[in-house]
């Protein structure tokens, strides 16, 4: 029961890089997340999908694309790191209207240098 | 939009002490609140949650409370082992489905379980 995959686990990237985190869910959820973690800052929501088809900004947009491939997969791309994206990236689903609660993958460790 | 203060931010307690973390929240019609534990290198696991027309909830040594009029919510654990070490976090939101559902955390509270 494989739950919420992330790729990759662990990613270096110079300033300006682009790159793309993968999300993969297999209990047919219909709302998928994207998180950052950074020390002292809790867990903030950069983007979601409340259904196939449809992605909205969450708290701190900025710096970020998304992509609902489809049901299963939820991506998330930077098109040019910056060091203040250095942080652990969770993506996260939830069943939807009647499932509340949401399921994290293990997290993505990204350092931008 | 919801925000949401968790205390303490780091809790020290002696194993089978109780520990207890404390939540408010600032918007009235959120009516879901789970605690999530978050082990080292890990993602976050739900280990309970409550709804906002319940007022307190158990599962063997975790209990939630919820006071709706004051907005806001404890975790409490009793009877601490070592492995309850970890990183907790409060979070809220309204439930059902579509884009009303944004779950918002505390920012979290180290607990560490001394044997």
């Known amino acids: 029961n494989a739950g919420v995959t992330q790729t990759p686990k662990f990613q270096v990237l110079k300033t300006g890089q682009s790159m793309t985190l993968q999300c993969a869910q297999d209990m047919n959820h219909n709302s998928m997340y994207w998180y950052r973690q950074d020390p002292g800052m809790g867990l903030r929501l950069i983007y979601y999908s409340a259904s196939e088809g449809t992605t909205d900004k969450g708290e701190v947009p900025n710096g970020y694309n998304v992509s609902r491939l489809n049901k299963r997969e939820f991506s998330l791309r930077l098109e040019s790191a910056a060091p203040s994206q250095t942080s652990v990236y969770f993506c996260?689903?939830?069943?939807?209207?009647?499932?509340?609660?949401?399921?994290f993958g293990e997290g993505s460790w990204l350092t931008v240098v | 939009g919801e925000n949401v203060e968790q205390h303490p931010s780091t809790l020290s307690v002696q194993e089978g002490d109780s520990a207890v973390i404390k939540c408010t929240y600032s918007?009235?019609?959120?009516?879901?609140f789970p605690w999530y534990k978050q082990e080292l290198g890990k993602g976050p696991q739900l280990i309970i949650d409550i709804r906002s027309n319940v007022g307190e909830k158990k599962d063997q040594r975790i209990a939630v409370t919820l006071n709706k009029t004051a907005k806001h919510f404890s975790l409490h654990i009793t009877e601490t082992q070592p492995e309850d070490s970890a990183v907790y976090f409060c979070a809220a939101s309204m439930s059902g489905g579509g884009s009303n559902y944004k779950l918002t955390f505390g920012k979290g509270t180290l607990l560490t379980v001394n044997p």
């Open positions: 996260a689903s939830r069943q939807g209207i009647s499932g509340n609660t949401i399921y």
């Open positions: 918007d009235s019609a959120s009516n879901y």
